[in-house]
């Protein structure tokens, strides 16, 4: 794991999680702020959620502060992704910046528990946390750690708060949202835990701070998880904005022998290289080309993978996490995921690229959660750059790198259930 | 005041009473699931939009009033 640029991640030692005494030589004290104030400086240095979705943090915060009754705060540290790995390392590596993000966010929402969720397989995370938890005094807040027998969907914050009151992992029809009625029926914030230890930051420091690196749309630091092909894979932090040929060569890479990234995650998008090289990792930049910096993965296709069978691949695994609670994703991924295996297989139907693109029309959109629609971004903008093997796969079959090992990860059910 | 349809896509599960009432506004995909229009529904279709969701075996079918109008 290399540290670039490194705010969160600053100070941290190999193999074991920063104490407690450690933490505030680093970071120093929090600052102690109020509510309000803490509303503020986090709108005002623009925080965006880094679970996935970029939402801005301070409209998370303010809408269930305003809210009445008592609130739940809900640290989401699942790593649903499976190709992401910086919220482990950030839980395992520095706890206490997550836990100083927990306590701001719950003076800032008037949140008397929180519930810190990582998966049920990481057991170094859990106990650098539970460890962490035990360091510090409590009086105003009752924290848990939930672990979460992990599956696609524990990103998805309707799932994980009907997880947390008892029931399956799936998603929940809204409104209402976890802001008007989460964890036992109360307002609920879900927050990513690399948000919550932005927060932290931004507590100490203020937002023109915050503001000294990334750019105006893409401020402060960001983890990323460098992943596939790379000589050196691993998490970084990087400011904002930073440009795809500066992650890839954050992970080894001259981008000389890679095909395609997956930025994002698996809901993100498929870029082709060297085109989107100069691409910076930021939402303006990003949007155009049906990207988004997601949960900050950035996953290399090297030339010697075959895209089709990668992509296939990554579809059949994404068509089963569906919750298969809606008409549309139960079908329509199955059907999209076996029609590309067909024709990676070389046993294409005729017009099955036609067909592939409908079904992705008839499943946009159409979910209770946005499962589908993340699976139907990857798919549309692998599709837009595959255009040529796939039209090769379907005319001859299979290709010489179809045989290679697996890049992109795609865990077994039977590793997410361990 | 305006209306739209909306559907539950958890509780909806393809029985296509809708597609039958207001064929207007809904549609089936492959697979006998609706595909809703999100244009307003008219005055004169507003009988027929309540008849389809009232007639929704699993409730999944949703006639609300329209509140982005408002903001």
New interface residues.
Partial sequence: MSVATPRLLDGIRPGRPLTLGEHLAVHGPPAGIDAAAIIDATDRAGILGRGGAGFPMARKLAAVAGRRGPKVLVANGVEAEPMSAKDGVLLSRSPHLVLDGVVAAATAVGARDAIVCVPADTPDVHSALEGAIRERDWHKLRIRVAPVRAGYLGGEETALVRYLDGGPLKPTFTPPRPFERGVRRRPTLVQNVETLAHLALVERHGPGWFRELGTPTSPGTMLLTLSGALPQPGVVEVPGGTRLVRALALGGSSAADVKAVVVGGYFGAWLPIPAALGLALDEPELAPHGAAVGAGVVAAVPDWACAVAELARVMSWLAAQSARQCGPCTNGLPAIAGALERLAAGRAEPGARERIAHWAGLVRGRGACRHPDGAVRLLSTAMRSLEAELRDHERHGPCDACHHPPVLATPSVEAIAA | MTHRLRV???????HGMCAELLPERISL?????P?ISDQEIPDELLAHARRAAAACPTLALLLERDETTDR
């Fill in positions: 539950n896509p958890i509780a909806c599960s393809a995909d492959d697979w006998g699931y595909i």
